[in-house]
């Protein structure tokens, strides 16, 4: 197929600030987008938005979710293994206070079930905080999850072993404050490499990408060690492709709350333990952030922030992508 690089929507959108994308590949090829808008990030009119794309291009955004009079934040679509398709997004006056909200559809995205808590009374923020979820070799659905308070960033694993009906939350994953600058780590991205292997990438304040390894299905983690690859404390996503290959999607910037460009998509055949074959998707002035990236038909998928205005997506083979 062709390769794809449009933008979602153009100036007259119904929303000042949009921010946080998310993407699934439905059936027929189509794709479905969701972000969070409103007239800025964390104001109480910020509600979830979506679009979806046919041959025929994308649909107009819609206002999706909007539970409660609150702000709305970061929106995570999954396509279950049996169909269904998942948004969940977290909704509160502040991040320390959110909480985890969710909707299904059973008919490819066209219409949905009432919004409600995911696990009801529960102070963590649970299911996925950004990315996607995964499914283990095992069947278990894996949610990459962080918590956050004034002081201190940390991050667990939420998982499900009946389809998400119940979740069940991991301990925090074990990080050395006294080797670690600033808060700490938040929302991970996950990957199994083989049945009961399961790794994390996580966004850090050190000015590095961190990464932690599971060997027992992601109930216990390694302690959290920083890698070579640079992090802006800004928001990271990979998918991993059928071949193995790993596909991350970062802003390669060494800086605690460091510039929001360029845009990377980095490559790694060897699990994560070196990357090459870099290309800068965007280099211009402004913020290019918050991707997320999935596994299509054809190769790759992927939306990001631009510069807060609009929601990109890209869409086509590794070879098209990397040029």
């Not at 609150?70 to 997004?89: E, I, K, S, T």
């Not at 070579?228 to 991350?248: E, F, K, M, Q, W």
Request: aromatic share 10%; with cysteine; glycine share 10%.
């Amino acid at each position: 197929m062709p390769f794809k690089c449009e933008h979602i929507f153009e100036d007259d959108r119904p929303f000042a600030e949009c921010h946080a994308s998310t993407l699934v590949q439905l059936s027929g090829g189509r794709f479905l987008v969701a972000w969070f808008g409103g007239t800025h990030e964390g104001h109480d009119d910020v509600g979830i938005w979506a679009a979806d794309r046919s041959e025929g291009g994308w649909s107009k955004p819609r206002l999706l979710a909007k539970a409660a009079p609150q702000p709305h934040w970061n929106p995570v679509l999954f396509r279950a293994p049996q169909g269904q398709v998942l948004l969940f997004f977290k909704v509160g006056p502040t991040v320390p206070t959110w909480h985890t909200w969710t909707m299904t559809s059973d008919d490819d995205g066209r219409t949905w079930s009432d919004p409600h808590e995911l696990v009801p009374g529960d102070d963590l923020p649970r299911g996925p905080v950004k990315n996607k979820p995964i499914v283990l070799s095992d069947g278990t659905w894996m949610a990459p999850s962080s918590t956050e308070t004034d002081d201190t960033w940390d991050v667990f694993v939420d998982r499900t072993e009946d389809g998400g009906r119940t979740w069940r939350a991991g301990e925090l994953v074990v990080r050395d404050r006294t080797e670690f600058e600033g808060k700490g780590v938040i929302q991970p991205t996950l990957w199994e490499s083989e049945p009961g292997c399961v790794h994390m990438l996580m966004r850090s304040t050190c000015g590095r990408i961190c990464r932690s390894d599971s060997r027992d299905g992601g109930l216990t983690w390694s302690p959290i060690y920083r890698t070579d690859l640079p992090n802006n404390n800004s928001g990271i996503d990979l998918a991993r492709l059928s071949s193995g290959t790993l596909v991350l999607v970062h802003n390669p910037v060494s800086e605690n709350w460091g510039p929001r460009t360029p845009l990377s998509v980095s490559l790694s055949t060897d699990n994560g333990h070196s990357w090459r074959q870099r290309r800068d998707i965007e280099t211009g002035p402004g913020e290019f952030s918050y991707p997320a990236v999935i596994p299509t038909r054809e190769g790759l998928a992927l939306t990001y922030t631009w510069r807060r205005e609009r929601i990109a997506f890209w869409q086509g083979s590794i070879a098209l992508i990397l040029g």
